[in-house]
C-alpha cells in the first residue's frame, strides 16, 4: 500500500502562490493515478485536479482551471500542486490521494482513491 505526506502549505495574501508537494512511499508510485482535493471549513470535500500514472492526462476542477497545474515526479516518488493567482475561497485542507488500481483510467471521483495523506492547509487572506 502506498502511504502519502502532503507538505508546502501556508499562509498567502489573495494573489500570491503555494506549491504542495506529496510525497509517496513504495516501488508502484509510477503505476497510480495521483489526485488532489480539498475540504473548506464547513464543506464537504471537493476535487481539485487529477494526473494520470503516464502524466499524459489531467483533469482541473472549474474553479481553478488556469490558477493551478498539476504534475508529477515519478523518479522522485511525488506529485505536486502548483497553485498561482491564489483567492480566499481557496482557503482549505489540501489532500493528496492515489488510486490503488494499476494502470488504470485517470478519473476525479473520491471512490477512484484509496491512500490518503494526512492534509496541508492553505489559508489565503484577502
Known amino acids: 500500500q502506498v502511504q502519502l505526506v502532503e507538505s508546502g502549505g501556508g499562509l498567502v495574501q489573495a494573489g500570491g502562490s503555494l506549491r504542495l508537494s506529496c510525497a509517496a512511499s513504495?516501488?508502484?508510485?509510477?503505476?497510480?493515478?495521483m489526485g488532489w482535493f480539498r475540504q473548506a471549513p464547513g464543506k464537504e470535500r471537493e476535487f481539485v485536479a487529477a494526473?494520470?500514472?503516464?502524466?499524459?492526462?489531467?483533469y482541473y476542477a472549474e474553479s481553478v482551471k488556469g490558477r493551478f497545474t498539476i504534475s508529477r515526479d515519478n523518479a522522485k516518488n511525488t506529485v505536486y500542486l502548483q497553485m498561482n493567482s491564489l483567492k480566499p475561497e481557496d482557503t482549505a485542507v489540501y489532500y493528496c490521494?492515489?488510486?490503488?488500481?494499476?494502470?488504470?483510467?485517470?478519473?476525479?471521483?473520491?471512490?477512484?482513491?484509496?491512500?490518503w495523506g494526512q492534509g496541508t492547509q492553505v489559508t489565503v487572506s484577502s
Open positions: 513504495g516501488r508502484t508510485f509510477s503505476y497510480h493515478n
Open positions: 494526473i494520470s500514472w503516464s502524466g499524459d492526462s489531467t
Open positions: 490521494a492515489a488510486d490503488p488500481t494499476y494502470f488504470s483510467v485517470v478519473g476525479t471521483a473520491e471512490s477512484r482513491y484509496g491512500a
